[in-house]
């Protein structure tokens, strides 16, 4: 079992900056496949982004693509999502995900959620207008 813990969060203007960190503990993310899903307040999770378990295969979702950069670190346990010029739109509580990696063939299970048995208790991002 994996232990996940996202900080990070916080208020932002839009147009703005937040790096989102994940750590882990229990296991090493060298087994794991990675991703990042958000919730916004009345809607559905999503996914937001992927990481291969060596971190060279990535996959956003297209409203996000070009503004945020996930990134692991798995000597350190860690999980990034660099989120750049930041809009309203973008606000929703940030949730890290895991899970073994035999289950991540291809772009697909990056994207559901049901690929990721272990999940962080999530960081609130919140965007102004």
């Known amino acids: 079992q994996v232990q996940l813990v996202e900080s990070g969060g916080g208020l932002v203007q839009t147009g703005g900056s937040l790096r989102l960190s994940c750590v882990a503990s229990?296991?090493?993310?060298?087994?794991?496949?990675m991703g990042w899903f958000r919730q916004a307040r009345d809607k559905a999770r999503e996914f937001v982004a992927g990481i291969s378990v060596s971190g060279g295969t990535t996959y956003y979702r297209d409203s996000v693509r070009g503004r945020f950069t996930i990134s692991r670190d798995n000597a350190k346990n860690t999980l990034s999502l660099q989120m750049n010029s930041l809009k309203p739109e973008d606000t929703a509580t940030y949730y890290c995900?895991?899970?073994?990696?035999?289950?991540?063939?291809?772009?697909?299970?990056?994207?559901?959620?049901?690929?990721?048995?272990?999940w962080g208790r999530g960081t609130q991002v919140t965007v102004s207008s």
């Open positions: 995900a895991a899970g073994p990696a035999r289950y991540f063939t291809g772009y697909y299970p990056y994207t559901t959620e049901r690929t990721y048995p272990n």
């Open positions: 229990g296991r090493t993310l060298s087994n794991y496949g």
